[in-house]
């Protein structure tokens, strides 16, 4: 797996689930979700975009292993 895919996959998935922290933080204190809207649809996007340009798709077991190469890419 390539690391830029790696990132793609990592990143997404760390802002969706920013995303949906924010809209449910947004819709307990009565505000406009629209910012975590806007993140869980980036993130998403993200991922589906890494998903595409994988040559052989993603699986599951693909997750833990962009994690690892995502971490030594931000650290070399």
Known sequence: ???????????????????????????????SARLGQGLFILGVGMVAGSWIMAPDGLTLSDIPQAFLIALVALVK
């Open 1 to 31: 797996m390539d690391s830029n895919l790696a990132l793609m996959i990592a990143g997404g998935i760390i802002l969706s689930i920013f995303g949906v922290i924010s809209a449910l933080n947004a819709s307990i204190e009565d505000r």
